[in-house]
């Protein structure tokens, strides 16, 4: 066995420590479930190899479901287990070092820059497209797809539509509230609709909870894409993808959730393969016949 000196266990030791204490003001006056516990002794013994891990891996070492890791960093105060996992890599090795004076960073490209730590976030909750892929293949192949954002939420929802119908044969996006959208709903379920893609972002309308109630209702599937993992939509949903939405500027900024649903748009691509590619080609020499688009 290689021998260590007394010097190097010693910083051993205090390093465990250090470590130990930074976890330890993560996690303590946090009112915890037993599974989250149960997490939270396993990252205490297992922080530095933990820092690598995906959701599921955690789920997998400490015994507990994917879900309950999502909402113990929900407990904690995280948007989802990304920023956590950033947080623990923290406490592990130390504050990211402090940038050079002379960066000369203004008051918005400081902003920007907090945009950029959010798509690696989001960036790093891809590590597994297990989940995306799962979402992708359902969404494809419902017809009609349905794609659901009130207020805040309906461009973002409107473009995906927009993108999607280039390769599905029959899209609706659903922006009115109320009746009108429970009636359209229900007659896209009676016509075969198996699937609703819903847009969450802050702030949450009450309507969009009711809808997707109603959705429910007529025996709908929601596919949701919000930015918090545990709350009253989530509550509704069968599959929720999370992306971070940056409220650093007046204004939230919602490049996260958009990269998410081009993301998954191009993943419905890949699952829909020679079908989905074809579309897409017939929708392209289409727009060049009737010269839809300037050229030069």
């Known amino acids: 066995m290689r021998h260590v000196p007394e010097t190097g266990r010693s910083l051993a030791v205090l390093d465990a ?36 891990f995906t959701s599921a891996d955690l789920a997998e070492r400490a015994g507990v479901s994917q879900p309950s890791v999502t909402r113990f960093a929900a407990a904690l105060g995280f948007r ?3 920023e956590f996992r950033e947080a623990l890599r923290t406490s592990v090795f130390g504050e990211r070092p402090p940038a050079e004076k002379g960066d000369g960073y203004n008051e918005i490209q400081e902003l920007v820059n907090s945009e950029i730590r959010d798509l690696e976030r989001l960036r790093d909750g891809l590590a597994d ?19 659901m954002g009130l207020r805040i939420s309906a461009p973002l929802a409107h473009l ?12 609706r996006v659903l922006d009115v509230p109320g009746s009108i959208l429970e009636d359209r709903l229900s007659r896209a379920a009676e016509s075969g609709a198996q699937w609703v893609l819903a847009i969450g972002l802050p702030r949450y309308p009450r309507e969009l909870a009711e809808g997707l109630v109603w959705a429910r209702r007529v025996r709908l599937k929601v596919a949701l894409v919000t930015d918090q ?10 599959e929720v993808l999370l992306a971070p939405v940056s409220s650093g500027f007046a204004f939230d900024s919602h490049a996260g959730p958009t990269v998410l649903c ?19 080609e017939a929708f392209d020499d289409r727009a060049a016949e009737r010269q839809v688009f300037l050229t030069g």
């Open 80 to 82: 989802g287990f990304p």
């Open 17 to 52: 420590s250090r470590i130990v204490a930074n976890l330890r003001t993560l996690f303590d006056g946090r009112r915890l479930s037993p599974s989250q516990r149960r997490i939270a002794r396993y990252l205490l013994d297992n922080a530095q190899e933990a820092v690598f």
């Open 160 to 171: 995906f539509g927009y993108l999607a119908e280039k390769v599905l044969p029959d899209v």
């Open 229 to 238: 993992p545990v709350g009253r939509l989530t509550e509704l949903a069968d």
């Open 262 to 280: 081009t993301a998954l748009l191009h993943t419905m691509l890949d699952t829909l393969a020679a079908e989905g590619q074809a579309r897409l």
């Open 129 to 147: 497209p297990g989940q995306l892929r799962r979402v992708a293949d359902r969404l494809a192949r419902s017809s009609p797809l349905l794609v």
